[in-house]
């Protein structure tokens, strides 16, 4: 039981990076119906920033969290710039083009920053250093650390803000209607230009704090870190009906509970036949199960053709 | 990606002919191959200056070929850890006429890239490819200066049961050909000497998120954690493993034993164990001023420099009895060789396997690792 219990709780904690990292997906495919493949590059940049701080500091005698959380200050930063500048060079040319050509410019943009991560930070893994006390309390017999609450309780302030920016504030009116119809939310005064840019600057924080996390998480950050990470999250986008917001959550905890179980599980249910080297293969089949059986994904409508 | 690798080799190669015109010089070519990008980059680059480092050594000495004044030339090639493109880079240096090759650097890319040498009937030393299949597939130009993973997985096998009193093993390996077959003899022999295998799990050469297969492993209760495969897996594990708090004894081989696997691992690489075949290095003769001359020259000695060293010289002295860098006229002498490296006495059975092979086993203590005596 305490075994299962762990395996939950190991779950939930990468679901909520997913998650995180998810509605950024979700985010600038509900406004702009693209999508930004070089997202996971972006967590990447948030995880490099933030561990290029946290080896500065290492030994400068601050106090562990507050380290971090100055890496964190310059990751978000960072990230937003990337996240302005991808949208303002590789988007923005081509928001009249035919939906393919944004998708290629996406592919490329990933490429560039992996090359360019590649060459400021080399191509070893590099290590988180130890700074956070890691403290863990028990829970039913499950061991769950400090990191791994404030990554859960972080993810879930995170999307309640998102949500509440999205439903009752002008901004989120103004993303809403631009995603609505982009040329009749010009005539009403918005200024779409303004509202995608500031679209992805979100989106792009998110991901600078997913970055922080994993990195911390894991303790290890690598210059092709964000591919994996970003084509599982962009799963769990499409799991919960991309677009939707509360559709990325419940994607993103789905799918890393998913992955949790069937490597702990799979080698014992199936009497050694699989085993957990199929920990990534899930992902990807419940990718093609969800488009197969619900192409629009579980919390997603049912829409017609965009005009 | 920006190739490092192929300036390098061109850069070689107009060398190359530069002074092919100058004179009468005799110009023996040695490829060496190793992982030079990715997650292995560091042990790669590592290889390879212990080739470069035996070849600079070798032309300061005034190498006399059958009479001809001699110079080595290092051609060094990046299989990215990839069996597919170890095969590539195979075929280029058979196609470029080199001599002799050191590497691969890895069981996995050694094995294809043996046939493309055997065919072509150039020797080939492999520093650290330690899977039994690589000098079983009955090519005469296989050769390895390292010991085997039989031998490795019998005595982690003997240490994990004698030493650590290990009843229940948990055993882990990353599906490469290295990894998978350690950790599989690892298993059989442990299982001869008493010992339950109670979780077989498995990871891949890219992973990092190793949390769910240590859960389920942390179910079954074992005294120990074996895994088989490299140190960019086995460091993040380790810091998992301690972060799940468990406090078992982990074990790892050859793949984990570097300061890259510490510096991963952080605090939580204390008390970890690993074997290198061989002796330790600054116990054998001539290793110690090994040590000084590789800090000296390119800093920290990350795993196999050594091995991939004693390779390049074994090579050139089989040259010099034979007195023809021809690998026809070589190879006889090579198989013959009886030599003493900075790893140990050096020759090799009718397989090409090492003779005498010895492991040794270490535990960090303290942040770096310390021989177990």
Known sequence: MEIFLQQLVNGVVLGSIYALVALGYTL???IMGLINFAHGDVVMIGAMVTLTVARLLSNSGLPGPLIVLLGLLAAVPTCMATGY????IAYRP???APRLAPLITAIGVSILLQNLAMMIWGREYLSFPQI????????????ISTTQSIIVIGSGVMMVCLSFLVKKTKLGNAMR??????????????????????????????????????SAYYGIA?????FMLGLKAFTAAVLGGIGNIEGAVLGGLLLGIIESMGAGYLGTLTGGVMGSNYQDVFAFFVLILVLVLRPSGLLGERVGERP | MPNRPLFIVVAAILAGCAKHEAGSELVVRIGSVAPLTGPQSHLGKDNDNGVRLAAEEINASNLVIGGKKARIEVLSEDDQADPRTATVVAQKLVDEGVNGVIGDLNSGTSIPASKIYSDAGIPQISPSATAIAFTSQGFKTAFRVITNDRQQGEALAQFATAKLHAKSIAIIDDRTAYGQGLADEFGKDAKALGANVVAREYTSDHATDFTAILTSIKGKHPDLVFYGGMDAQSGPMMRQLRNLGMNVAFLGADGSKSPEFIRLAGRSAEGAYASTPGMPLDKMPGGQAFIEKYNAR??????????????????????KKAGSAEPSKYLPYLSKTEWQGVTGPISFDDKGDIRRGT??????????????P
């Open chain 1, 28 to 30: 600038v495919y509900g």
């Open chain 1, 85 to 88: 500048l991808i949208e303002r």
């Open chain 1, 94 to 96: 081509l928001r009249n």
């Open chain 1, 132 to 143: 956070i006390p890691s403290h863990a309390f028990s829970f039913f017999g499950a061991s």
């Open chain 1, 177 to 214: 209607a631009t995603s609505q119809n982009p040329e009749v939310a010009t005539l009403m005064g918005v200024e779409v230009n303004t509202v995608i840019s500031l679209t992805f600057i979100l989106g792009s924080a998110l991901a600078a704090i997913a970055g922080m996390m994993v």
């Open chain 1, 222 to 226: 690598h210059y092709d870190m964000g």
């Open chain 2, 298 to 319: 390119y800093g920290k000695i990350q795993l196999y420099s050594p091995y991939s060293y004693d390779a390049t010289r074994v090579m050139v002295e089989a040259m």
């Open chain 2, 359 to 372: 492991v040794t086993l270490y535990q960090v203590v303290n942040g770096s690792w310390k021989a177990i």
